[in-house]
């Protein structure tokens, strides 16, 4: 099983709102990431978690909040966004963050839009 | 980090080789180079990675030049469903670069 699910597959909020998104994998892997996407435009890294610990921050603006509650899952909360925040929001996991074992697994995104 | 410079689109005809080069001129020696592709509106799918020898796996090939400075990714048998957006990456946090839109034509 090579699945990466993310919850739910389309999000439209308001600038008040706090809304989270999910990703879910069962393959044991221990380093987690999310990636934000704009149309037309690469992906782009956020956050990276590594066995449950946030390893990587991009410099990502405090109204993203990512969470990693336990291996399998990783959460990113999210509170009075901005229009332009409005993206394909992609989650992926890998074995570990290092060499060969970095080949990363993606699930299909949660397109996301803030009104 | 190590950048890639792809072009930004190719096509290709069904049933011939799809060959995708990426320039990664500034490599370092323990970097790797991965291809992912993008399916319209799907998540990027892993094709396949090398550090220094050519490699072949059930979707495609990957021959890396002597001085590693570039790589092809080989579709041998191109079909319509391998229309996607192709990444050549050489960083281990996936540094997406813009990517070479692939198009197969009927």
């Known amino acids: 099983d090579t699945e990466v699910t993310q919850t739910p597959k389309h999000l439209v909020m308001g600038m008040t709102n706090k809304k989270s998104l999910k990703c879910e994998q069962h393959?044991?892997?221990?380093?987690m990431y999310w990636y934000k996407q704009k149309a037309k435009k690469p992906p782009e890294l956020m956050f990276v978690y590594s066995y449950e610990k946030l390893s990587i921050n991009e410099s990502v603006p405090s109204r993203f909040s990512p969470e990693c509650p336990n291996s399998s899952l990783l959460n990113l909360h999210l509170h009075a966004l901005q229009p332009e925040d409005s993206a394909l929001y992609l989650c992926?996991?890998?074995?570990?963050?290092?060499?060969?074992?970095?080949?990363?697994?993606f699930g299909a995104g949660t397109r996301l839009s803030v009104l | 980090d190590a950048k890639t410079t792809q072009p930004p689109s190719m096509d290709c005809a069904e049933g011939r080789a799809a060959n995708l080069p990426c320039n990664h001129s500034t490599i370092s020696g323990n970097e790797y180079v991965y291809w992912y592709r993008q399916i319209h509106s799907q998540g990027p799918q892993y094709i396949i990675h090398?550090?220094?020898n050519n490699e072949t796996n059930e979707m495609a090939s990957l021959i890396i030049t002597e001085d590693r400075k570039s790589s092809t990714l080989i579709l041998p048998h191109a079909t319509l469903r391998d229309t996607a957006v192709y990444y050549c990456?050489?960083?281990?946090?996936?540094?997406f670069g813009t990517g070479t839109r692939l198009t197969i034509i009927p």
């Open positions: 090398g550090l220094k």
């Open positions: 992926a996991s890998s074995l570990t963050t290092g060499g060969t074992k970095n080949i990363q697994y």
């Open positions: 393959m044991g892997h221990r380093a």
């Open positions: 990456i050489v960083h281990e946090k996936l540094t």
